[in-house]
């Protein structure tokens, strides 16, 4: 109110909104000179206040029940956190590779990773996110210990629950290899 130059059509849904009397500029968006002082608009501040602590969604589906709303505007957090998961924790943007064919096959890839960790997922329950199963099966890794024995040196929650839902035993630290071959032709079936 003290200063409304500051303002112009462009940021006048913030704060603004609640000063009347405001004229702009049809070409630039500036605030003009006005006829009328500009003023605090209570009434839109104490009509909006009617609302906080509530969540409105408008929607053009007039065919859908309440429920069927709101169930599906909360599924789109799914959507959402799938770009955050291919964008960031899959890295799916092809900054190593320039030709076509090499760009389609890195987002194939991706997207093939992704169905995986969905999958994953879905198989534990959601109680997991994909960035946490990412970051534990990166750190299961074994080390050749000697002859025909190899040491997995880690372990946590998240591999036991893989481990428990996929039929493989991460809960043994030492496996000889033939144990080993034998658990990666069963996960082929």
Not at 94 to 120: K, M, N, Q, W
Not at 129 to 149: G, V
């Amino acid at each position: 109110m003290a200063d409304p130059q500051k303002y112009n059509r462009a940021i006048s849904y913030g704060a603004a909104k609640y000063v009347k009397n405001l004229e702009f500029d049809k070409e630039t968006g500036e605030i003009l000179e006005g006829k009328q002082r500009p003023l605090f608009d209570s009434n839109k501040l104490a009509q909006e206040e009617m609302y906080d602590g509530y969540y409105a969604i408008v929607t053009s589906e007039l065919e859908m029940s309440d429920i069927e709303i709101i169930d599906t505007y909360r599924g789109l957090w799914e959507i959402e956190e799938t770009f955050k998961v291919t964008k960031a924790t899959l890295e799916t943007r092809p900054v190593y590779v320039s030709r076509e064919d090499r760009i389609g096959a890195h987002f194939l890839t991706c997207f093939i990773a992704l169905v995986i960790i969905r999958l994953i997922q879905k198989k534990l329950n959601r109680c997991y996110s994909a960035e946490k199963i990412i970051e534990c099966l990166n750190k299961i890794a074994c080390s050749h210990e000697q002859d025909n024995l190899y040491m997995f040196d880690y372990r946590s929650e998240i591999s036991d629950a893989i481990g428990s839902n996929f039929g493989i035993d991460f809960t043994r630290k030492r496996l000889r290899l033939s144990e080993i071959k034998n658990i990666l032709a069963n996960s082929k079936k």
